[in-house]
């Protein structure tokens, strides 16, 4: 159980066009999930809050207008990261709450590696 | 402010026993969680602890003092698969978790 999916796990693209990236939960209803960027060698740096049917909260320094954040449905959100740049290239995570040992635990999708050229 | 320490890097062999030390400082605790993630994979969960003592499950082993601001994965059995970087996270009030920069442990036969 607790399985959350990311599509796609790789993607290359040209600067100044957008991505989206896809996390699901398979099993399990997320009311809240949570999108974090890694870059090599560094640990995970929480990006944004998404919560079902409201609007993402975004962590200080991150720009909202551009990584937009839908949280359509209880198992689906997305990130999109409009007019990438080389600067943006990073291993992104998504990862949706659920309940484990008797406390919400948060489950990580396999991330999404993004190179911008 | 908030702040969670651990080692960069650590090595040990094959069979042997290591711990991982985590201490935090943070406003507010809900519990501390320990990840594991290999290279170029996302964390998968091993542990939660959210009150002071020692938590068991296979070879793998948490250990929390509150009051100190300190915990310890500790790995038994130690096998190569087990090279990986292991990451201290705390909740704090909110369901945010706030992640240290994570052990590189690496295994040696």
């Known amino acids: 159980g607790a399985v959350v999916s990311q599509h796609p796990s790789w993607v290359i693209c040209k600067s100044g066009t957008s991505v989206k990236i896809e996390c699901r939960s398979l099993?399990?209803?997320?009311?809240?999930m949570f999108w974090y960027r890694q870059f090599p060698k560094q640990s995970l740096m929480l990006m944004a809050t998404?919560?079902?049917?409201?609007?993402?909260?975004?962590e200080q320094g991150v720009e909202k207008d551009k990584f937009l954040i839908n949280h359509a449905s209880l198992t689906l959100s997305t990130l999109t990261v409009t007019s990438a740049h080389p600067e943006d290239s990073s291993f992104y995570i998504c990862?949706?709450?659920?309940?484990?040992?008797?406390?919400?635990?948060?489950?990580f999708g396999p991330g999404t590696r993004l190179t911008v050229l | 402010g908030q702040n969670i320490d651990q080692p960069t890097e650590m090595t040990a062999t094959e069979g042997a026993i290591v711990q991982i030390n985590c201490t935090y400082q943070?406003?507010?605790?809900?519990?501390l969680f320990w990840y594991q993630q290999h290279a170029g994979e996302a964390p998968t969960f091993l542990s939660y602890?959210?009150?002071?003592g020692l938590e068991e499950k296979g070879r793998f082993s948490s250990f929390l003092s509150r009051s100190k601001g300190y915990s310890y994965l500790l790995l038994k059995e130690l096998q190569m698969k087990d090279s990986a970087s292991y990451l201290c996270?705390?909740?704090?009030?909110?369901?945010?978790?706030?992640f240290g920069t994570g052990t590189r442990l690496q295994v040696f036969p």
């Open positions: 990862s949706a709450e659920g309940l484990a040992g008797g406390t919400d635990t948060q489950y």
């Open positions: 099993d399990f209803q997320a009311t809240t």
């Open positions: 998404s919560n079902e049917g409201s609007k993402a909260t975004y």
């Open positions: 943070t406003s507010g605790f809900n519990g």
């Open positions: 602890n959210v009150l002071d």
């Open positions: 996270a705390v909740s704090s009030n909110t369901d945010k978790l706030i």
